[in-house]
């Protein structure tokens, strides 16, 4: 590795251009920051306890978990938060709390990820997928022309791009569809002075270690509705010890609807709130960190000839965990081979338009328990996307390093097009 890029390097006076074309990133695009120290002494105590179990308590001893959610709620701005095993469960859990059955119709993003489509499928309803824009966010005509055929839109937050959300609420208000929103991407971020996962009904979270927090895996339901959150608790293996709860509803709710509501196991236990709790004090400082890793990238990447920066409305208060970018209307060999010519450097792109789903991105149309008809227009966009995550391991100074090899490579394939 060394040998073939110390000339460049080692040469004093080598062209700035010619640095760039050889440079190679060392980073890894998978290596998250270890767990907080204080973190991992609250576990150690844990484990050393031996009540792993989140209703294992001694005397009025709250527990880790209970503690979470009520921390969590307190941070999101909900009347309720429940901790649960996974974000994909959080979202299962959301829309069999709302009634959501066997061949209903449930409306949600083409611009989408596996566990999306596949919380739909586990309820045994069938996913009405919307479109994309240019902005990366659900297509409000499309959702508009659409919003009659279901009563739930599960609104997913995609690689944590938000569409205009006082629109959005007005055309489900106007169409009486219940939101439920996926944040497994929007973890910190708001619309304006509502945080992501507060608009809908129920907001959904991961903290799967590639999110903003890292348990390995979990997640996280909220919500202010009484009954939701009862039946939520009920549904993630209360066995009737819901008072044990961080944010608990009324004990008439539990009444209305314990025995009409199923076990369907996926509690958090109190290893992993051990582990959250210190991460969530410190969650905004984080946002903040990787929005400075965003800009550096968005920065240099702007103006690369054949790139389409993703541009954000000054109402989105994002969360730059991750980076797209469109190159539009390339040929799909061409994108292959920016794809090629940037890991060969070290940077790993991740593309939508791929044919097979892999590396964790796919299509809408990849899956077939859940038909699709096609969306030419997103089809267009999801073609052109490409996603790199950018975990805060990387240094401000990585960030401007990958940006030049993405606008290197990206440069040289767009000229050999021309
Ligand atoms: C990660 C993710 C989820 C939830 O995933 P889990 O792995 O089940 O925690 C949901 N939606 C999207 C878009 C995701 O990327």
């Known amino acids: 590795m060394r040998a073939s890029v110390a000339p460049a390097i080692d040469l004093p ?36 306890s031996g009540r792993l179990h989140r209703y294992n308590l001694v005397a009025d001893e709250p527990g880790e978990v209970a503690l979470l959610e009520r921390e969590f709620a307190a941070w999101t701005g909900a009347k309720y938060a429940l901790a649960v095993a996974s974000g994909g469960y959080a979202m299962a859990t959301a829309l069999r709390a709302l009634g959501v ?55 997913s937050h ?37 945080p992501s996962g507060r608009w809908g009904k129920v907001g959904c979270f991961s903290t799967q270690t590639y999110k903003h927090m890292n348990s390995g895996e979990g997640g996280f339901l909220v919500t202010d509705d009484d009954e939701v ?41 109190h290893l992993r709130a051990a582990i959250l709790r210190p991460q969530l004090r410190v969650l905004a400082a984080q946002c903040e960190r990787w929005n400075e890793r965003y800009r550096v990238l968005e920065t240099g990447l702007r103006g690369t000839p054949g790139l389409t920066v993703i541009e954000r409305l000054a109402r989105e208060r994002y969360v730059g965990s991750s980076i797209q970018f469109l190159l539009l209307d390339w040929p799909a060999a061409r994108i292959e081979e920016v794809i090629r010519r940037c890991l060969a450097r070290g940077v790993e ?12 991105t796919s299509r809408y149309d990849s899956w077939r328990y859940a038909p699709s008809t096609p969306l030419p227009a997103s089809d267009r966009i999801l073609r052109a996307i490409l996603d790199m995550r950018l975990p805060l391991t990387f240094s401000l100074e990585d960030c401007a390093q990958i940006a030049r090899i993405i606008r290197a490579e990206v440069g040289a394939a767009y000229q050999a097009q021309l």
């Not at 010619?18 to 576990?43: L, V």
């Not at 609420?169 to 708001?190: F, K, P, Q, W």
């Not at 792109?349 to 964790?360: D, T, V």
């Open 229 to 269: 959150m009862a039946r939520a608790i009920l549904l993630s293996g209360s066995y009737m010890l819901f008072d044990r709860h961080g944010t608990v509803p009324p004990a008439e709710v539990f009444e209305r609807v314990k025995y009409d509501t199923p076990n369907v196991s996926g509690r958090m236990d």
């Open 349 to 360: 792109l991740k593309w939508f338009g791929a044919a097979e789903p892999s590396g964790f």
């Open 158 to 194: 995609m690689r944590g791009h938000m569409a205009d959300m006082e629109r959005l609420m007005e055309i489900c208000h106007r169409a009486g569809l219940t939101v439920i929103e996926d944040c497994a991407h929007t973890m910190g971020a708001a619309w304006g002075a509502t």
């Open 101 to 155: 059955g066997p061949g209903e119709r449930v409306l949600t993003n083409a611009f989408t990820l596996a566990p999306v489509p596949g919380a739909i499928a586990s309820v045994g309803a069938l996913p009405i997928f919307v479109g994309v824009t240019e902005a990366l966010t659900i297509d409000l005509e499309d959702l508009a022309a659409k919003a009659d055929q279901a009563d739930v839109l599960m609104l």
């Open 13 to 48: 006076r080598a062209a700035p251009q010619n640095i760039a074309m050889t440079e190679i990133f060392k980073g890894s695009f998978t290596q998250q920051e270890p767990i907080p120290e204080e973190g991992i002494a609250a576990a150690l105590a844990v484990l050393r």
